[in-house]
T-cell receptor, first 111, second 115 residues
Framework: GEDVEQSLFLSVREGDSSVINCTYT??????LYWYKQEPGAGLQLLTY?????DMKQDQRLTVLLNKKDKHLSLRIADTQTGDSAIYFC???????????FGTGTRLKVLA | DTEVTQTPKHLVMGMTNKKSLKCEQH?????MYWYKQKAKKPPELMFV???????INESVPSRFSPECPNSSLLNLHLHALQPEDSALYLC??????????????FGPGTRLTVL
């Protein structure tokens, strides 16, 4: 099955950039999502990228996809304390029903 | 309305109780999902409904019983649960069952504690 790995924890200072990484094994993934989960809450879709793209920018968020290395990253510019949360990369393949969740990265933003 | 709502927010139940979790969406989505999430772990898929029919059961124990009374509502009936079933239960919906083309929208979850 698909393995989707993320580093467990990231700590940054307010105003700095954060980069959250995700590596995966199955190259058939066609849609790659980033979700944010605040403590005790549901998951909020932040952004997504199609597998035929290398980069997508959406305000403070930049998603980079390196298909050769099977590596996805989410960069948050000017990180704020409100960005403190768990971030999940989620992969999906056309024609299937399953969304494959990464292990999650806990981002802590220090004031 | 791009919201998925879930009730109750919190639920404490004994192992002999019967209770239900409720999920509602009014986005016209035809696929609805139940996930279970333990602390510091990603959500695990339990059930998927497509057009009000159960499409996927990820080998979930029969003490969890899903129901989809109509296209907007999804219930999860609980009976004779174990303490290890304590978790955050998340409902999600998507336009259709095909993963990828259809992003999932998640509810806020029900925090379940089984004593």
């Amino acid at each position: 099955g698909e393995d989707v790995e993320q580093s467990l924890f990231l700590s940054v200072r307010e105003g700095d950039s954060s980069v959250i990484n995700c590596t995966y094994t199955d190259s058939s993934s066609t849609y790659l999502y980033w979700y944010k989960q605040e403590p005790g809450a549901g998951l909020q879709l932040l952004t997504y990228i199609f597998s035929n793209m290398d980069m997508k920018q959406d305000q403070r968020l930049t998603v980079l996809l390196n298909k050769k290395d099977k590596h996805l990253s989410l960069r948050i510019a000017d990180t704020q304390t409100g960005d403190s949360a768990i971030y999940f990369c989620v992969l999906a393949t056309s024609g299937t029903y399953k969304y494959i969740f990464g292990t999650g990265t806990r981002l802590k933003v220090l004031a | 309305d791009t919201e998925v709502t879930q009730t109750p927010k919190h639920l404490v139940m004994g192992m002999t109780n019967k209770k239900s979790l409720k999920c509602e969406q009014h986005m016209g989505h035809r696929a609805m999902y139940w996930y279970k999430q333990k602390a510091k772990k990603p959500p695990e898929l339990m059930f998927v409904y497509s057009y009000e029919k159960l499409s996927i059961n990820e080998s979930v124990p029969s003490r969890f019983s899903p129901e989809c009374p109509n296209s907007s509502l999804l219930n999860l009936h609980l009976h004779a649960l174990q303490p290890e079933d304590s978790a955050l239960y998340l409902c999600a919906s998507s336009q259709a069952l095909q993963a990828g083309e259809n992003e999932q929208f998640f509810g806020p979850g029900t925090r379940l504690t089984v004593l």
